[in-house]
């Protein structure tokens, strides 16, 4: 079993910064891919970001490639999401995901484990 616990959300200016950490627990976290999703009111859990068990492999929905970049540090069991250029449209809840398995995958369905999600503002 995996616990994702996610932090560094909060309220932003467009066009400012945030880093997002997922800290997790159980020794299986370099066995698992890792994944970063976001929902809007109203609007279903997005895909942002993943990345493969050792890091050598990441995608990005093309909403936030080339201002976003996801990465992880198996040591300290921590995934991370850089997000830079924000715009208000990144607002939303913003959860940790993490799967069985090593591979990137898209769809919120394949991962098995959730973190609480953290909030991220951007106002214009």
């Known amino acids: 079993q995996v616990q994702l616990v996610e932090s560094g959300g909060g309220l932003v200016q467009a066009g400012g910064s945030l880093r997002l950490s997922c800290a997790a627990s159980?020794?299986?976290?370099?066995?698992?891919?890792m994944g970063w999703f976001r929902q809007a009111p109203a609007k279903e859990r997005e895909f942002l970001a993943a990345?493969?068990?050792?890091?050598?492999?990441?995608d990005y929905a093309d909403s936030v490639k080339g201002r976003f970049t996801i990465s992880r540090d198996n040591a300290k069991n921590t995934v991370y999401l850089q997000m830079n250029s924000l715009k208000p449209e990144d607002t939303g809840l913003y959860y940790c995901?993490?799967?069985?398995?090593?591979?990137?995958?898209?769809?919120?369905?394949?991962?098995?484990?959730w973190g609480q999600g953290t909030q991220v503002t951007v106002s214009s």
């Open positions: 990345i493969s068990r050792n890091g050598g492999s990441t």
């Open positions: 159980g020794r299986t976290f370099s066995s698992n891919a």
């Open positions: 995901a993490g799967r069985i398995g090593g591979g990137i995958r898209y769809r919120h369905e394949s991962y098995q484990y």
